[in-house]
């Protein structure tokens, strides 16, 4: 199954895929926001920030699920569909072609 997720925080939101169980996914970010290789993140930046740690997992939505596992190049243009619709602040990349987006005008305090 596949899974594009949203973390949504007041105006501020994160877009992301995963081919594995939701779950899995939400405990890696977790983990990866204790880490110091992981502190440059805009994601983890924010959420340690704004002391969202503990409670990140639960402004998690679910914003399309498919009953079948996704290649990763369709994964990545589903995602980057979304990436375009909701324009989140917290993704350093784009998912499709995985340039790096200029959210700097947008979001220069994180």
Sequence with gaps: MTTIYKFQFNDDCYIGSTNHPLKNRLLEHYFCMGRDRCKHIKLYKYCNEFLL??????????????????????????????IDKFKPTLNMRNAYGRKPRNYKKKNNNI
């Design 53 to 82: 740690r503990r409670d990140f997992i639960k402004l998690v939505e679910i914003v399309e699920e498919f009953p079948i596992k996704l290649d990763r190049l369709s994964r990545t243009k589903v995602e980057q569909k979304y």
